[in-house]
């Protein structure tokens, strides 16, 4: 019989006025007797609702029938038939709104926690699994893959697994793509990301990094120098975006990528690091999403006093993660919403070292108030007469969402892309160029990490039926 407690199993975590403090992992999973239990609360629903809200389509109800069982590396071989990422999924995927939002049990009670089952069992079988990768027969076809993200590493799995010779070219020293420079340490463990890379590696995936495609090579000397037969471009979406208000280039405001490349990927935190990141006292991070969150969370570990999340609507609009809400809400970060920046105002000392640009002293914002929804479906935020007010904050976190970046356009004649930089491609994911195809925040703009995940399964179904038509 079923299990039929109407909640989940909590996940265990840090105190949050002792996380707050350090870069460890938040949540530390499931033990074995609370992944049992959790499973057995499956109900096995014959038309399966929770796969249709899945973008990779993992068969849900047979991994957690496995788990329930007891056969964990049985549970894992399910979902690595269709992800090649679980232990990341089971971490930062939105399953709340996808796979658990669609589950039966969510009706009169919680759904079944999918997700923290997920992450559960690909530790599982990281910490116990003793069989070596068999590596596929290789065809003889060669593949490119341009970036190292969730897109980009899963196209090359799948298309390993295919028997291709896939080679990944990255433009930073250390593969992953959003998944170590976006995301932090406490949110998603880099020691992860590697084991989940090193088991790509396992199936004969080559990783080349520092290569920036478009400086290095051309997607043409790919094709016609190199022998590709097909590419896949999978480069994410890392531009920033501003507000394009007074003070924007004063010191102390940052992107949000950068404040969190530095931090993740550079270090930047350490004492002994040679490109030290700043460490202020009063943060605002400008923005709703999960990205801001996890710079809000990334300043108050970087032991800012104050940190302040600002944002132009209110609560209920928030886009981030319920989840990553309440955790930051756990950990001091402060909500500002219905607030807008308007200027950033300089101290009156400018650097001796760089008199021409002074450091951010305070942020003069208004007040909003929530009018009729717009074009998103989110109501209008309306700036209130007479609000102005100023915040001392001497860090500024821009957490306004992303574009691709325009050097491949640039480089590449014929690559159609749309006004902001995302390259325009079909549903399988071909490009304007045959034999080229895209897929995840270079062809959608900032999204989920599953979501490029899906599209990256997508394109390597449609290159292999090209390469096999061809």
Same mark, same amino acid.
């Given at each position: 019989m079923p299990n039929m407690r109407a909640t989940k199993n909590p996940m265990p975590a840090q105190d949050p006025n002792v996380r707050n403090k350090n870069f460890d992992e938040v949540t530390l999973g499931y033990t074995e007797e609370m992944a049992l239990d959790e499973a057995q609360r499956c109900l096995n629903c014959k038309h399966k609702p929770c796969v249709s809200g899945c973008p990779v389509n993992i068969d849900i109800p047979s991994f957690i029938a496995k788990c329930a069982e007891g056969d964990f590396e049985g549970a894992y071989q399910v979902i690595t038939k269709s992800s090649s990422l679980p232990a990341v999924c089971g971490r930062v995927c939105p399953q709340e709104s996808q796979c658990e939002g669609k589950c039966v049990r969510g009706i009169k009670g919680e759904p079944v926690a999918i997700g923290r089952l997920e992450r559960f069992v690909a530790d599982w079988h990281n910490a116990h699994a003793t069989v070596a990768t068999i590596m596929p027969p290789p065809n003889g076809h060669k593949i490119a893959v341009i970036g190292s993200g969730p897109a980009g590493l899963t196209c090359a799995g799948d298309l390993a697994k295919f028997g291709y010779d896939v080679t990944i070219y990255e433009a930073l020293h250390l593969a992953g793509g959003v998944l170590v420079y976006g995301i932090p340490e406490f949110r998603l463990p880099k020691a992860i990301v590697q084991k989940e890379v090193d088991n790509l590696k396992a199936l004969g995936v080559k990783v080349e990094t520092n290569m920036v495609i478009g400086r290095v090579l051309t997607i043409e000397e790919l094709q016609n120098e190199y022998g590709y037969e097909a590419i896949f471009i999978g480069t994410g979406a890392g531009l920033p975006r501003f507000m394009n208000i007074p003070g924007e280039n004063l010191k102390g405001v940052y992107s949000a990528n950068e404040f969190l490349t530095r931090s993740n990927l550079m270090k930047a935190y350490r004492d002994d690091s040679t490109t030290p990141i700043q460490h202020a006292k009063n943060v605002a991070v400008v923005g709703g999403g999960n990205v801001a969150m996890d710079a809000a969370r990334t300043a108050k570990r970087l032991g800012a006093e104050n940190v302040y999340i600002v944002y132009r609507r209110g609560m209920e609009e928030l886009p981030a993660r319920k989840e990553e809400i309440?955790?930051?809400?756990?950990?001091?970060?402060?909500?500002k919403t219905l607030t807008n920046p308007v200027e950033i105002i300089p101290t009156d000392v400018t650097d001796p070292r760089d008199p021409d640009f002074g450091w951010a002293k305070e942020m003069k914002c208004v007040e909003m108030e929530l009018g009729e929804p717009d074009a998103s479906g989110r109501r209008r935020p309306i700036v209130k007469e007479n609000s102005e007010f100023v915040l001392p904050m001497d860090c500024i976190i821009m957490a306004l969402?992303?574009?691709?970046?325009?050097?491949?356009? #640039?480089?590449t004649p014929g690559l159609d892309t749309k006004k902001w930089g995302e390259i325009i491609a079909d549903d399988n994911g071909l490009t304007s160029i045959e034999g080229?195809? #895209?897929g995840g925040d270079a062809v959608t703009g900032a999204a989920t990490v599953i979501l490029a995940m899906g599209a990256g399964k997508t394109a390597a179904k449609a290159i292999d039926e090209y390469i096999q038509n061809k």
């Amino acid at each position: 019989m079923p299990n039929m407690r109407a909640t989940k199993n909590p996940m265990p975590a840090q105190d949050p006025n002792v996380r707050n403090k350090n870069f460890d992992e938040v949540t530390l999973g499931y033990t074995e007797e609370m992944a049992l239990d959790e499973a057995q609360r499956c109900l096995n629903c014959k038309h399966k609702p929770c796969v249709s809200g899945c973008p990779v389509n993992i068969d849900i109800p047979s991994f957690i029938a496995k788990c329930a069982e007891g056969d964990f590396e049985g549970a894992y071989q399910v979902i690595t038939k269709s992800s090649s990422l679980p232990a990341v999924c089971g971490r930062v995927c939105p399953q709340e709104s996808q796979c658990e939002g669609k589950c039966v049990r969510g009706i009169k009670g919680e759904p079944v926690a999918i997700g923290r089952l997920e992450r559960f069992v690909a530790d599982w079988h990281n910490a116990h699994a003793t069989v070596a990768t068999i590596m596929p027969p290789p065809n003889g076809h060669k593949i490119a893959v341009i970036g190292s993200g969730p897109a980009g590493l899963t196209c090359a799995g799948d298309l390993a697994k295919f028997g291709y010779d896939v080679t990944i070219y990255e433009a930073l020293h250390l593969a992953g793509g959003v998944l170590v420079y976006g995301i932090p340490e406490f949110r998603l463990p880099k020691a992860i990301v590697q084991k989940e890379v090193d088991n790509l590696k396992a199936l004969g995936v080559k990783v080349e990094t520092n290569m920036v495609i478009g400086r290095v090579l051309t997607i043409e000397e790919l094709q016609n120098e190199y022998g590709y037969e097909a590419i896949f471009i999978g480069t994410g979406a890392g531009l920033p975006r501003f507000m394009n208000i007074p003070g924007e280039n004063l010191k102390g405001v940052y992107s949000a990528n950068e404040f969190l490349t530095r931090s993740n990927l550079m270090k930047a935190y350490r004492d002994d690091s040679t490109t030290p990141i700043q460490h202020a006292k009063n943060v605002a991070v400008v923005g709703g999403g999960n990205v801001a969150m996890d710079a809000a969370r990334t300043a108050k570990r970087l032991g800012a006093e104050n940190v302040y999340i600002v944002y132009r609507r209110g609560m209920e609009e928030l886009p981030a993660r319920k989840e990553e809400i309440e955790h930051a809400e756990e950990e001091g970060i402060i909500f500002k919403t219905l607030t807008n920046p308007v200027e950033i105002i300089p101290t009156d000392v400018t650097d001796p070292r760089d008199p021409d640009f002074g450091w951010a002293k305070e942020m003069k914002c208004v007040e909003m108030e929530l009018g009729e929804p717009d074009a998103s479906g989110r109501r209008r935020p309306i700036v209130k007469e007479n609000s102005e007010f100023v915040l001392p904050m001497d860090c500024i976190i821009m957490a306004l969402g992303t574009s691709p970046n325009p050097l491949l356009k #640039a480089t590449t004649p014929g690559l159609d892309t749309k006004k902001w930089g995302e390259i325009i491609a079909d549903d399988n994911g071909l490009t304007s160029i045959e034999g080229v195809y #895209a897929g995840g925040d270079a062809v959608t703009g900032a999204a989920t990490v599953i979501l490029a995940m899906g599209a990256g399964k997508t394109a390597a179904k449609a290159i292999d039926e090209y390469i096999q038509n061809k």
